[in-house]
């Protein structure tokens, strides 16, 4: 059985490709030594996969920084204020990723977005009524010979037509249905010069099929792809989709005249049953994306050649279900993590080996194979994975532990009289900012060059100092500040059982910005308590309330690697309650305000519309009740999101059943405020008065602005001041500056 990769991690092992962009925008290199980095990093993935024996092998995979970039300044999709700094083609390319500000000008870059249900983003094309799409790049033809070069005839993966105009933004009258014809035809120009070049394989990736597809999109795709198919002389054409199922359009994609067809059999619910009930036509390859390019979990042989064996067609090509992108590159760089633990990953290297693996036995009487019973024996259990007793806690959750009592309305009169704060209560959202010495204390301390006394000592100065400067800039409900947190997820990961830490296992999240995200292993329980220390002397140095700062159990969830031996749910469950006991302590030792930060609800929130509540909703926000549900009625809860997309969750939200939300309203255009009223939204809310993303102090008249327009949506006993998020990346003086007008705008707002 033949074998195909969609996409390989391109970060470079050790994070070459963003030490080197990263001196090349600090002008320590020029371009030739940044190509020659990039260069190295792709050759080294092909020859990786090629010495794997993976049989359909892509190039183009690699990008600067993001792929649907890469696909816009192919075809010129580049706005006029970028082509006027009059920049190198590469500058002008990092000018649309990252904004430019210099010599030759000052702009923003463009608006950067979530790629599906992952971690990583992509940047939004922009085409107004006078962009003119054009072939004007050459970067697919020229990855192709260079990996020919290499000795690797690749597939040519490039971002489809349908999926890029779904994701651009038309900024002027003109829509998709105006341009696909133009963008179509620089398409098929692309791939005859491929042709020319003599690339037999074209994928083009077209995820967005996954997503809710209506009547018109599915007339779009297929009037685009009549066009590429109808000219495609002899270069074979791979249709790849991931990230779910296409069950709105199998039957039309079927029956178009595509050379192969990838489908997700790992995020694709209803992939199997399609295939099963339409059948799969015998004159094209299905490519059956079996290895998870999600997850670090070692690969079942039995499930896999199982599905296989029900799919019961010969012409099937054995792939991953979405690009390798995903995951770290190679369990090889962890030289920490003992064997009994790393034999149950496979990283992107280790997901080749899986590949070839299973191709060589499917089709065999593989239940004698020793691969095969080698996989199996690590499916027989995990050491140290169970804990029965958390178990036990999940199961004895009862209804009631989801209820808070009283409801809402009592407890927000409670609260009132008790916390006695002023109207518009100001506050931030949790961290402040982390400078230099704060991280230096916490390296040495981890690198055990400090005693654990003395990294104590040294961030409760901090602390101190922290609660002085609230204290003197007037602000009404002050934070500790979290210094000793690296990261809001590790930091919880890393005092919870259950969690793995690994070295090297970077993953880009987006351009330069990777993320290393702890795995869950087994079942968590907190093992004592975490933050209340750190909360209960913040308290001790003021007389005004101190907020505790916790991250909750859907984020936890969300960036790190979960469980595929129990469900989601229950993951989080397990998570909830681990923070449930440190919700309790900290009331229990007089904190009386506490955050439970939800930064990333919405991070995995189905890509269709008709799963959002059954499959995700129905239990993450429930698990969010469970942490806060048997505090008193005078204990007030606040919870912190860093977007606002969530017009259409809003009684979602509002079901958390938190005393006061705090979320991202400055950057948008504070639409979300009517969605609110319309919906009756009765928790408290913060929408941020100013952007925190930005070094720029905002002015105190800007800020009453502001909160003259959230006063005209909200009800004045409800509304809270505060930043759009942590002010854990800005630098001191800006934000005392910040600060002190957001409190000067809420006084004046008050007079
Ligand atoms: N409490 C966290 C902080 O202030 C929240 C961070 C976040 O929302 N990403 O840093
Ligand atoms: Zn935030």
């Keep these: 059985m033949n074998t195909s990769v969609i996409g390989y991690p391109r970060i470079g092992k050790d994070r070459e490709l963003k030490f080197a962009s990263e001196k090349f925008f600090n002008g320590e290199i020029d371009e030739a030594a940044l190509q020659k980095t990039a260069k190295a990093i792709r050759t080294e993935n092909l020859l990786k996969q090629k010495e794997a024996g993976i049989t359909y092998i892509s190039s183009n995979d690699f990008s600067f920084y993001d792929n649907v970039l890469d696909t816009a300044v192919l075809f010129n999709i580049i706005p006029q204020r970028y082509k006027d700094l009059g920049l190198s083609e590469l500058e002008t390319y990092f000018a649309l990723a990252r904004g430019y500000q210099g010599a030759k000008g000052n702009v923003k870059a463009l608006a950067m977005k979530k790629w599906f249900n992952t971690n990583y983003h992509y940047l939004v094309p922009e085409i107004g009524d006078d962009t003119v799409i054009a072939l004007t790049g050459n970067k697919p033809v020229d990855e192709y010979i260079e990996a020919r070069e290499a000795g690797i005839d690749t597939k040519v993966a490039i971002t489809g037509p349908f999926t890029f105009l779904k994701l651009a933004r038309f900024t002027g009258a003109k829509k998709a249905g105006d341009v696909y014809v133009s963008l179509t035809e620089e398409y098929i120009k692309l791939v005859s010069r491929l042709a020319s070049s003599g690339a037999g394989v074209v994928e083009f990736d077209e995820p967005y099929l996954v997503r809710d597809p209506d009547a018109s999109d599915i007339d779009l795709f297929k009037k685009i792809y009549s066009l590429i198919l109808g000219s495609k002389n002899g270069t074979k054409i791979l249709l790849q989709t991931y990230f779910g199922d296409i069950r709105d359009i199998y039957s039309e994609v079927t029956a178009l005249d595509f050379d192969a067809i990838g489908l997700d059999l790992v995020e694709g619910r209803m992939t199997l049953e399609l295939i099963k009930t339409n059948g799969f036509p015998s004159d094209k390859l299905l490519f059956a994306g079996l290895v998870n390019g999600k997850n670090i979990w070692r690969n079942d042989y039995k499930k896999t050649l199982s599905v296989l064996k029900e799919i019961g067609i010969d012409n099937v090509v054995l792939g991953t279900s979405c690009s390798l992108l995903h995951v770290p590159y190679t369990l090889a760089g962890e030289t920490k993590l003992p064997d009994e633990y790393k034999k149950h990953f496979a990283f992107a290297e280790e997901k080749l080996t899986e590949l070839s693996e299973i191709a060589s036995i499917s089709g065999t009487d593989y239940e004698n194979n020793d691969l095969f019973r080698k996989n199996q024996i690590l499916f027989e259990g995990r050491a140290d994975s169970e804990d029965k007793e958390v178990q036990e806690r999940v199961a004895a959750i009862t209804e009631d532990d989801y209820v808070r009592l009283p409801a809402f309305e009592e407890r927000e009169k409670i609260q009132k009289t008790i916390l006695n704060l002023p109207l518009f209560p100001t506050t931030t959202i949790g961290s402040f900012p982390q400078t230099s010495d704060v991280r230096k204390n916490r390296q040495e301390f981890k690198k055990g060059l400090k005693s654990r006394e003395e990294y104590i000592e040294f961030n409760k ?158 239990f993450t926000i429930p698990a969010f009740r469970l942490v806060h549900s048997k505090v008193k009625p005078e204990t007030q809860i606040h919870t912190h999101m860093c977007y606002s997309e969530f017009t259409d969750i809003i009684p979602a939200i509002d079901a958390m059943d938190a005393d006061v939300i705090t979320f991202e309203a400055s950057r948008s255009d504070l639409q979300i405020l009517d969605s609110l009223k319309e919906n009756n939204f009765k928790t408290e809310v913060g929408p941020g008065v100013y952007d925190i993303h930005s070094p720029r102090v905002p002015s105190t008249e800007e800020i009453v602005n502001a909160l003259t327009k959230m006063r005209a949506k909200i009800d004045d006993p409800k509304l809270w001041v505060n930043p759009d998020c942590g002010l854990k990346t800005r630098g001191t003086e800006e934000t005392v500056k910040s600060l002190s007008n957001l409190v000067a705008a809420a006084k004046q707002i008050r007079g």
Excluded at 539 to 561: A, E, H, R, Y
Excluded at 576 to 601: C, M, P, T
């Design 461 to 618: 100065k901090k602390i101190a100092e922290c609660i002085k400067l609230q204290e003197d800039i007037g602000l009404d409900v002050l934070v500790h500040g979290e210094f000793e947190r690296n990261d809001m997820v590790e930091y919880f990961g890393e005092n919870l059982n259950g969690y793995v830490f690994t070295e090297k296992a970077w993953v880009q999240s987006y351009g330069t910005r990777n993320v290393k995200p702890p795995i869950i292993w087994g079942d968590v329980s907190r093992r004592s308590p975490i933050t209340v220390d750190w909360s209960v002397f913040a308290k001790s140095c003021t007389d005004k309330p101190v907020k505790g700062m916790l991250t909750g159990p859907v984020t936890i969830l969300n960036w790190s690697f979960p469980r595929e031996d129990i469900s989601i749910r229950e993951s989080i469950l397990q998570i909830a309650l681990a923070i449930r006991d440190e919700v309790l302590d900290l009331e229990a030792n007089g904190i009386n305000i506490i955050q439970i930060d939800e930064a990333a609800l919405r991070e995995k929130l189905p890509l269709r519309k008709s799963d959002w509540y059954t499959e995700y909703l129905d």
